[in-house]
C-alpha cells in the first residue's frame, strides 16, 4: 500500500468496482456491432479499397505511378513511412517508458496506444515494401545464403539497419501487447456464452488463470519487456534519422537528426493517441476511465516534445548559418522562403505554434480543443517530413538538375489508402479486444478511483490486525 | 478398447483432486488471509486473482523470478551472434570495400547488433516464460472459479482424503474474511 496525496486527481472516475470494470470493458466486444462502428468501418473499408487498388497500379505499371523523378527520388513514400513510425512511438512510450516511471495514468491507455503502434508500424512497413518496386524480392534485405555469390547484404548501410530496427520493433511491441492482453483474454473467455467465443478466447488467452506464480512472473516478463522497449523505440527513431544523417545531402546532414527525430515521434505518437482516444472513450462510453486527466497528462507530454521539435528547428538554421557551409545555407533559406515555404510554414504552425496553446489549463482540459490541436500536430508533423525529404533534395549541389515534386494520384491513393488500413485494423481491434487495460486497471483502482475503500483510508501495516470496519467483507472476523 | 476398461484406466491415472476454495473480494483482506492460513500449518495450492496483488510474493514464499537472468542471456547470445554475423560475412565470407571503410567496420555494426540483442533478449524471455508457466493455446481451460479473472480473489487449498478436517478449514477461511467457501474437484 502507498500513500497517495489527496489532492491527486482520481484516474477513474465514477464510483467503479472490480466488476464494473470488466462490464464496461467487456461490454462492446460481448455486444452486437452499433451502428456507428458499423459506419466507421464502412468508411475505413473504403480507404482500404483505395490502397488496395493504388498498390495494385504500383504493382502492375511499377514506381513510374508515382510522382518521383530522378532528382527527387525519395518524396511522399518516405514521409509517409517515417510519419507512420513516428505515430508508433507513443504506444511504446506510454506502455514501456510510463511503466519504469511508475505513472499510474498509463494503465487505462497503454492498451489501445500499443495496438496504435504495431497498426502504424504495418503501415509504415507497406513504403518501403512497395518502394522496393518488386515487393516480392523483399527477403533480399535479409542477410540469406544466397546464389549471388554469397554475397551479403551491406550491414554498413542505414537502410539495412533500418530493417532490423523497424523489424525488431514490430515483433517486440507485438509480444509486449500480447502479453498484456493475456489476462484480459482469460476474463473474457470465462464470461464468454457463445461456443465460438468462447473458444477463441480460450485460445488467445493461452490457458491463463491468474495463479498468484504467474502474476509474480508476468510483472517480471512486463518489466524487463519494458525495459527493453525503452532503448529500442529510442533507436528506431534514431535509425530512421539515420538514413538521412549519414548522407551528404545539404539539410540531411546533422548530427541533431537522432533526438530531434525521436522528440518529433513521440509529439506526433501522442497527438494521434490523443485522436484516437477522444473518439474511443465516447464510442464505448469509457469516459470514466479515460479522463480529462489522462488527456492533461498526454497535453503536457505534447507541449514538452513540441517545444523540443521548435528548438530544433531554430538549432538546425543557427547552425546551417554558423556553419559557414553555402549549401547548408541555401538548403535552409530555400526551405523556408523557396518554392516550398508553404509546406514550411504549415509545419511551423502546427508544431511549434499550436501545440503552445496547452499552456492554458483550460485549453488543455478541453476535449474539443485537443482533438483539433491533435489534428494540426498530425498534420504539421506529416509535413515536417514533407519538408525534411523533398525541399532537401529538390535543389541541391547542381542548378541544372533542380526539379519540382508534384505527387500523382496513386501517391495519394497509397497514403490516404493506409489511413483505411489502420483504421480498418484500430476499428476491429477496438470490436473485438478488451480496449482498456482491465487487470492494470482494477490493480490501481484501490489506489487511485474517486472512491476510497473504507478499509483503505485507514492507515495501516500490510502484516496489522484486521480492519476495524470492513464494509467489503460480511464475514470478516469482527 | 472396452468402455469398463479405459475407465478403470482413467480413474488409475487420473486421480481427481479435490479443493477448497476460498473466495475474498479484497486484497488485503487476502492477503492478511493468507498470512493466518499459511502460520496456522495450511499449505496453499494455489491463489489466483484478477490482477497482480501487490506483496502477494511475499506472503505466499513465492521467489523471485529468475526470467531476467534468462533475458540476459539470451540478449548476450543475440550480441555475439550478431557481432559474429557481421564480422563472418563482410569480414571474411566475402569482403568488398564499401564507401573506402574498413571491411570490419565496428561502429556501422552496432545497430544491428543492438536490434538483435533486444530481439534475443525479448523473444529468449518471452518463451521461456509460456514454457515454465505451461501457457499454451488451448481449448479447455481448467478454472477453479471464473470470478477470479473478475473481480474475486480466489485461495485454492488441496484435500487430502480423509486427512483435512473440513470444517477446522473452512473455519480458518471464514473467520480470516473469506466471503464464500466453496469445494472443487478436479479432473486432473
Given at each position: 500500500m502507498q500513500h497517495v496525496s489527496p489532492i491527486r486527481e482520481p484516474l477513474v472516475t465514477g464510483g467503479k468496482t472490480y466488476h464494473d470494470i470488466t462490464e464496461d470493458v467487456c461490454r462492446q466486444v460481448e455486444a452486437k456491432p452499433n451502428i456507428r462502428w458499423a459506419a466507421a468501418l464502412a468508411v475505413a473499408l473504403v480507404g482500404l479499397a483505395i490502397f488496395l487498388y493504388s498498390v495494385y497500379r504500383t504493382l502492375w505499371y511499377g514506381i513510374g505511378e508515382w510522382g518521383l523523378n530522378k532528382t527527387v527520388g525519395w518524396a511522399w513514400d518516405i514521409t509517409n513511412f517515417v510519419w507512420w513510425v513516428g505515430i508508433g512511438h507513443a504506444g511504446t512510450l506510454i506502455s514501456a517508458i510510463l511503466l519504469l516511471f511508475r505513472q499510474k495514468w498509463r494503465t487505462s491507455i497503454n492498451r489501445a496506444a500499443e495496438a496504435m503502434t504495431i497498426f502504424a508500424v504495418i503501415c509504415a512497413a507497406m513504403f518501403p515494401v512497395l518502394h522496393m518496386g518488386r515487393p516480392w524480392l523483399a527477403y533480399w534485405v535479409l542477410p540469406l545464403p544466397n546464389t549471388f555469390g554469397s554475397l551479403w547484404v551491406n550491414f554498413n548501410s542505414p537502410l539495412l539497419w533500418d530493417v532490423f530496427a523497424i523489424s525488431t520493433y514490430f515483433s517486440v511491441s507485438l509480444v509486449f501487447w500480447y502479453i498484456g492482453l493475456i489476462p484480459d483474454f482469460a476474463t473474457i473467455r470465462d464470461r464468454a456464452t457463445g461456443p465460438i467465443a468462447r473458444r477463441a478466447y480460450a485460445a488467445l488467452s493461452m490457458g491463463w488463470t491468474g495463479s498468484a506464480k504467474a502474476w509474480s512472473r508476468y510483472e517480471t516478463v512486463s518489466l524487463i519487456l519494458a525495459g527493453l522497449a525503452t532503448p529500442l523505440v529510442l533507436s528506431v527513431h534514431t535509425i530512421v534519422s539515420m538514413d538521412f544523417a549519414t548522407s551528404v545531402i545539404p539539410g540531411w546532414h546533422t548530427t541533431i537528426f537522432p533526438p530531434y527525430f525521436v522528440a518529433g515521434a513521440i509529439f506526433s505518437g501522442f497527438a494521434m493517441v490523443l485522436t484516437l482516444m477522444i473518439i474511443t472513450r465516447k464510442v464505448f462510453f469509457l469516459e470514466h476511465y479515460i479522463t480529462l486527466e489522462h488527456v492533461e497528462s498526454m497535453n503536457k507530454v505534447i507541449i514538452l516534445t513540441g517545444s523540443i521539435v521548435g528548438i530544433a528547428y531554430t538549432t538546425e538554421f543557427?547552425?546551417?548559418?554558423?556553419?559557414g557551409v553555402e549549401y547548408e545555407q541555401y538548403a535552409f533559406i530555400n526551405r523556408a522562403f523557396g518554392p516550398y515555404w508553404w509546406a514550411y510554414w504549415a509545419?511551423?504552425?502546427?508544431?511549434?505554434?499550436?501545440?503552445?496553446?496547452f499552456w492554458f489549463r483550460?485549453?488543455?482540459?478541453?476535449?474539443?480543443?485537443?482533438?483539433?490541436i491533435s489534428i494540426f500536430v498530425n498534420i504539421g508533423m506529416w509535413f515536417e517530413r514533407?519538408?525534411?525529404i523533398v525541399t532537401s533534395l529538390h535543389r541541391d549541389y547542381l542548378p541544372s538538375s533542380w526539379a519540382m515534386f508534384s505527387p500523382t494520384i496513386i501517391d495519394i491513393g497509397i497514403y490516404v489508402g493506409t489511413i483505411g488500413l489502420f483504421f480498418t485494423l484500430f476499428l476491429l481491434f477496438a470490436k473485438f479486444f478488451p480496449v482498456v487495460n482491465m487487470a492494470e486497471v482494477k490493480a490501481i483502482l484501490k489506489s487511485s478511483s474517486e472512491v476510497k475503500h473504507s478499509h483503505n483510508s485507514h492507515a495501516k501495516s500490510m502484516h496489522g490486525t484486521a480492519p476495524e470496519s470492513n464494509t467489503n467483507t460480511p464475514h470478516s472476523n469482527e | 478398447m472396452a468402455p469398463h476398461l479405459s475407465l478403470t484406466l482413467i480413474h488409475l491415472i487420473a486421480m481427481n483432486k479435490k479443493f477448497v476454495l476460498g473466495i475474498y473480494d479484497d486484497?488485503?483482506?487476502?492477503?492478511?488471509?493468507?498470512e493466518n492460513v499459511r502460520a496456522a500449518g495450511t499449505?496453499?495450492?494455489?491463489?489466483?486473482?484478477?490482477?497482480p496483488v501487490h506483496g502477494i510474493d511475499d506472503v505466499l514464499g513465492i521467489k523471485r523470478s529468475r526470467l531476467p537472468i534468462i533475458a540476459f542471456f539470451c540478449g548476450l547470445f543475440g550480441t555475439s551472434f550478431a557481432l559474429w554475423m557481421q564480422i563472418w560475412m563482410l569480414g571474411f565470407d566475402w569482403p568488398m570495400i564499401i564507401g573506402g571503410k574498413p571491411h570490419i567496420a565496428i561502429p556501422a555494426f552496432i545497430p544491428v547488433t543492438f536490434e538483435l540483442t533486444v530481439l534475443c533478449a525479448a523473444f529468449g524471455m518471452v518463451i521461456t516464460f509460456f514454457i515454465v508457466s505451461k501457457l499454451k493455446p488451448s481449448l479447455k481451460v481448467n478454472v477453479f472459479d471464473k470470478r477470479a479473472t473478475d473481480d474475486k480473489f480466489v485461495m485454492a487449498i488441496e484435500v487430502n482424503e480423509g486427512v483435512t478436517d473440513m470444517n477446522a478449514l473452512n473455519d480458518l477461511l471464514r473467520s480470516n474474511g473469506a466471503i464464500e467457501v466453496n469445494e472443487k474437484e478436479v479432473i486432473k
Open positions: 543557427f547552425i546551417a548559418w554558423y556553419s509545419m511551423m504552425t502546427c508544431n511549434v505554434i499550436t501545440p503552445q496553446l483550460s485549453i488543455r482540459r478541453s476535449l474539443t480543443a485537443t482533438f483539433i514533407f519538408v525534411i | 486484497e488485503d483482506v487476502l492477503l492478511e488471509a493468507i499449505k496453499i495450492y494455489d491463489v489466483f486473482s484478477p490482477y
